[in-house]
């Protein structure tokens, strides 16, 4: 009798997990495939590896961090996707940007890297507010994006200090001083800013502007007169000539500890 009990518990309770299992029925503490934890490698959701990557210099949803705003149109539509991907992967030598793919030594696969640059165009560009809109050239090499046909056939020279001079005193002086060390939005020219920016982070938010701190774009500087992509070339050419390089030397006993650092 006992034994005819224990089997036909056994059988009961076979038959409530089957039927469990059968209704996809949630059992208690089991996760959900939105909880289930996954490797860095598989996730895929744009939201989830802006947050765990960018949104720490960048902001929560691309706005209002300690670095540039990336959900800014203008920005999109400006910068290439190859130039993002770049700088995913890569990182920026000089700046605090570092390497995020797995052949750099970070842990993005080429898929995530991907996946953000899209996600970010996906949720944030705004191609439509910048038809007609001739945009400056992403890069004075020539890179440019493809709203950038018209202006692209019209290769500027090379930006000179001296000519950016002028320029300088033209767009900029009013908000930074006559010699870029003061006025009422502060110093462009100090060494602590401009060592940790490269030539074309200077010329993106030349062009770009900062809409989150107010900084005009390249039509703003001067009402009515946007600036060209000659003066645009000249005055990041005068911001770079500003750039002190200072030659640290390290000490032999803590060079392994800046190893890292790098």
Same mark, same amino acid.
């Given at each position: ?12 309770? @076979? %038959? ?5 299992? !059968? ?8 996760? *959900? ?15 989830? %590896? ?5 949104? &720490? ?7 209002? !961090? ?7 149109? %203008? ?15 890569? @990182? ?25 640059? *899209? ?12 038809? &007609? ?8 090499? @020539? ?25 300088? /005193? ?12 003061? @006025? ?12 940790? =920016? ?10 770009? &502007? ?13 009402? !009515? ?10 005055? +990041? ?10 030659? =640290?030397? +390290?000490?032999? =006993?803590?060079?392994?500890?800046? %190893?890292?650092? /790098?």
């Amino acid at each position: 009798m006992i034994a005819r009990l224990h089997i036909g518990l056994a059988a009961s309770v @076979g %038959l409530a997990i089957t039927m469990l299992t !059968g209704c996809s029925a949630r059992l208690p503490g089991r996760p *959900n495939e939105a909880e289930r934890w996954r490797a860095p490698a598989e996730i895929t959701d744009f939201n989830q %590896l802006y947050t765990q990557n960018c949104a &720490g210099c960048h902001g929560v949803g691309g706005r209002l !961090g300690a670095a540039r705003s990336l959900n800014d149109p %203008l920005y999109l539509a400006f910068v290439t996707d190859d130039a993002m991907r770049q700088a995913i992967s890569k @990182g920026r030598a000089g700046t605090n940007m570092p390497a995020f793919s797995e052949q750099a030594g970070g842990h993005l696969t080429d898929q995530q890297i991907e996946l953000i640059v *899209n996600g970010m165009r996906a949720h944030w560009s705004k191609p439509d507010d910048f038809k &007609g809109v001739e945009l400056p050239r992403y890069s004075v090499d @020539g890179s440019s994006t493809a709203t950038n046909n018209d202006i692209a056939t019209k290769a500027p020279q090379a930006g000179d200090a001296s000519r950016g001079t002028a320029t300088y /005193k033209t767009y900029c002086s009013s908000c930074h001083g006559s010699n870029g060390d003061g @006025g009422s939005e502060g110093s462009i020219v100090d060494p602590n800013f401009l060592n940790l =920016v490269s030539d074309q982070g200077l010329r993106t938010t030349v062009v770009v &502007g900062r809409a989150d701190i107010g900084k005009p774009d390249w039509r703003g500087n001067v009402p !009515g007169h946007p600036m060209s992509a000659q003066e645009i070339n000249d005055v +990041v050419a005068w911001l770079a000539a500003r750039r002190q390089r200072t030659n =640290v030397t +390290v000490s032999k =006993v803590d060079h392994s500890a800046c %190893l890292n650092m /790098k």
